[in-house]
C-alpha cells in the first residue's frame, strides 16, 4: 500500500502563500488520481483539488479555484499544492491522499497531515 508523508505547513498571515507537498513511498500510486483532502477543527473533511496521476487533469474545490493550484513531479513520487492568497478559513489539517476518482469520493489512503494556520 502506498504511504504518503505531507510537509510543508505552518503559520502564515492572511493572503500569503504556502506551497505543500506529498511525497508517496512507492510509484504504484500512478494508477491513481492524487488529491488534497482538508479539515478544520469541528468541522467536516473536505475535499479541495485533485489530479490525474498520468492525463494531469485537475478539478478543485469552489473555495481553492483561481487561488490554488496542484500539480505533481512524477519523477520525484511528489504531489503538491500552492496555496496562494490564503485566508483564515483555509485554516485546517491538510491531508494528501490518494483517490478512486477525481472528485476524491472515495480515499484509498492518505498521510497524517500537515497543519496550515491562516492568521487574520
Known amino acids: 500500500q502506498v504511504q504518503l508523508v505531507e510537509s510543508g505547513g505552518g503559520l502564515v498571515q492572511a493572503g500569503g502563500s504556502l506551497r505543500l507537498s506529498c511525497a508517496a513511498s512507492t510509484r504504484t500510486f500512478r494508477t491513481y488520481v492524487m488529491g488534497w483532502i482538508r479539515q478544520a477543527p469541528g468541522k467536516e473533511r473536505e475535499f479541495v483539488a485533485a489530479?490525474?496521476?498520468?492525463?494531469?487533469?485537475?478539478k478543485y474545490a469552489d473555495s481553492a479555484k483561481g487561488r490554488f493550484t496542484i500539480s505533481r513531479d512524477i519523477a520525484a513520487n511528489t504531489l503538491y499544492l500552492q496555496m496562494n492568497s490564503l485566508k483564515p478559513e483555509d485554516t485546517a489539517v491538510y491531508y494528501c491522499?490518494?483517490?478512486?476518482?477525481?472528485?476524491?469520493?472515495?480515499?484509498?489512503?492518505w498521510g497524517q497531515g500537515t497543519l496550515v494556520t491562516v492568521s487574520s
Open positions: 491522499a490518494a483517490c478512486s476518482t477525481l472528485g476524491c469520493d472515495t480515499l484509498d489512503a
Open positions: 489530479i490525474s496521476w498520468i492525463g494531469g487533469s485537475t
